[in-house]
């Protein structure tokens, strides 16, 4: 698991689930979710990998200028890009979950259908910016060949723990499946 090196400004405390309106420094709260098992970002080669997840949600989203692409080349928004880009020339596949399909049209530009399920007002919000959207339930999966791009709702939708799980297994199976 690689994490960027940032402060975030809005924590949700994954272990006891409590929110809290507060800088809370993100590779801290990474830990706290994969129990110390965390890298840097700077830290991640795509040479040594076959492949590459991002799960996204909450943290993400809020923390991200990505997301409303205000400061796309903001010094935290650059790393993560590059590091996406590296998979991306390397036509190494990636998996893409949730709102992480925000980060598509900037890594690819052009050509990739997105996917975040069949909330109406998200999917107007991708629709208004340009974006090409597909209606997906949370156990289906978007897969873009050419770019080697998977995309799963997962918890997006508002859907149990159960559901959404099977769209990441399909995610991670057909995942698996291109690294052949």
Same mark, same amino acid.
């Given at each position: @698991?690689?994490?960027?090196?940032?402060?975030?400004?809005?924590?949700?405390?994954?272990?006891?689930? &409590?929110?809290?309106?507060? &800088? @809370?420094?993100?590779? *801290?709260?990474?830990?706290?979710?994969?129990?110390?098992?965390?890298?840097?970002? @700077?830290?991640?080669?795509?040479?040594? /990998?076959?492949? +590459?997840? =991002?799960?996204?949600? +909450?943290? +993400?989203? !809020?923390?991200?200028?990505? /997301?409303?692409?205000?400061?796309?080349?903001?010094?935290?928004?650059?790393?993560?890009? $590059? *590091?996406?880009?590296?998979? *991306?020339? !390397?036509?190494?596949?990636?998996?893409?979950?949730? +709102?992480?399909?925000?980060?598509?049209?900037?890594?690819?530009?052009?050509?990739?259908?997105?996917? =975040?399920?069949?909330?109406?007002?998200? =999917?107007?919000?991708?629709?208004?910016?340009?974006?090409?959207?597909?209606?997906?339930?949370?156990?289906?999966? !978007?897969?873009?060949?050419?770019?080697?791009?998977?995309?799963?709702? $997962?918890?997006?939708?508002?859907?149990?723990?159960? !559901? $959404? *799980?099977?769209?990441?297994?399909?995610?991670?199976?057909?995942?698996?499946?291109?690294?052949?």
């Amino acid at each position: @698991c690689f994490t960027p090196d940032y402060n975030q400004y809005y924590v949700v405390d994954e272990v006891c689930g &409590e929110n809290e309106s507060m &800088e @809370c420094y993100l590779p *801290k709260n990474t830990s706290a979710v994969f129990k110390d098992n965390v890298k840097f970002l @700077c830290e991640c080669n795509a040479d040594d /990998f076959d492949a +590459l997840i =991002i799960p996204g949600g +909450l943290s +993400l989203e !809020e923390k991200s200028a990505i /997301f409303s692409f205000r400061d796309v080349d903001s010094g935290n928004n650059t790393n993560i890009l $590059a *590091k996406l880009g590296e998979f *991306k020339k !390397e036509n190494k596949p990636v998996g893409y979950m949730n +709102l992480t399909a925000f980060l598509l049209p900037v890594v690819y530009r052009t050509g990739i259908v997105l996917t =975040i399920g069949n909330d109406v007002h998200t =999917i107007a919000g991708f629709r208004k910016t340009g974006r090409v959207h597909k209606l997906k339930n949370v156990e289906e999966i !978007e897969v873009d060949e050419l770019s080697r791009v998977l995309i799963s709702p $997962a918890y997006m939708l508002d859907s149990n723990i159960y !559901e $959404a *799980k099977m769209g990441i297994d399909n995610l991670v199976k057909n995942l698996d499946d291109m690294t052949g």
